[in-house]
């Protein structure tokens, strides 16, 4: 049985992830969650933890499937630790080109204050390119609904947080679009099966199944 390694944010405490992990079980993973600290920690300690984590993992293919900063994460894992087991990844919402809403926070205190450490190494447009050879999916949505635009002017198309275009990774295998917003893109049955089809196949399905 393939393992699935969730990648996210401690500060969402994993319930984010609980869903897509069973219909990940359901398809037939050993789906695990790995929790990091995204605004005490930077992501090189993370990616520290993240290695240390997946090393121990008896498994003799890995995939992840991260959500927005932990895209970012996953990629430093493969730049940084390039030596890793088989397998796939899937970023979700993940901001590949930097973050507008993170550089406009960086502008101001309290927006500092706010993003921590998730500020480095990352956010700001710094993570190493993707060059590990292996299949990695992009998902990213198009539904303008979430924090992002409370904070910022967020410029359209963007899924709340996270702009179109930030989404866009040079090198990925394949790009998907589809209508969910930020947060909302980890409850969808649609996206959950577009995930289990490129873990299965290396390609998203041409297509979409209706949200819901």
């Known amino acids: ?5 969730l990648v996210h944010g401690v500060w969402m405490n994993g319930w984010d992830m609980t869903l897509l992990r ?10 695990i969650q790995f929790s990091y600290p995204s605004v005490t920690k930077n ?24 959500h927005s900063l932990g895209g970012l994460l996953v990629r430093r894992l493969f730049h940084d ?29 309290w927006g500092k204050l706010l ?3 998730s500020l480095q190494y990352g956010l700001l447009g710094d993570t190493p390119p993707w060059d590990s050879g292996r299949d990695i999916g992009v998902i990213a949505g198009d ?16 899924d709340g ?9 040079p090198g990925m295998t394949d790009y998907l679009v589809m ?13 959950a099966d577009q995930v289990i089809q490129f873990l299965l196949s290396g390609v998203f399905s041409a297509e979409t199944p209706a949200i819901h």
Not at 182 to 189: D, P, R, Y
């Open 115 to 117: 993003l921590g450490k």
């Open 22 to 31: 069973h219909r990940l079980h359901k398809a037939g993973f050993n789906a």
């Open 1 to 5: 049985m393939d393992t699935v390694v």
């Open 179 to 191: 209508p969910v917003n930020h947060i909302g893109m980890l409850f969808s049955k649609a996206v």
């Open 81 to 109: 630790f390039p030596r890793q087991k088989p397998g796939r990844v899937v970023t979700l919402g993940t901001p590949h080109c930097g973050s507008y809403v993170a550089r406009q926070l960086n502008q101001c205190e």
């Open 43 to 66: 992501l090189r300690w993370n990616t520290e933890g993240l290695q240390q984590f997946v090393s121990v993992l008896d498994a003799e293919n890995i995939h992840f499937v991260a």
């Open 143 to 158: 539904r303008s609904i979430g924090i992002g635009k409370l904070l910022t002017h967020l410029p359209k198309p963007n």
């Open 161 to 169: 947080t996270v702009m179109l275009a930030e989404t866009q990774l």
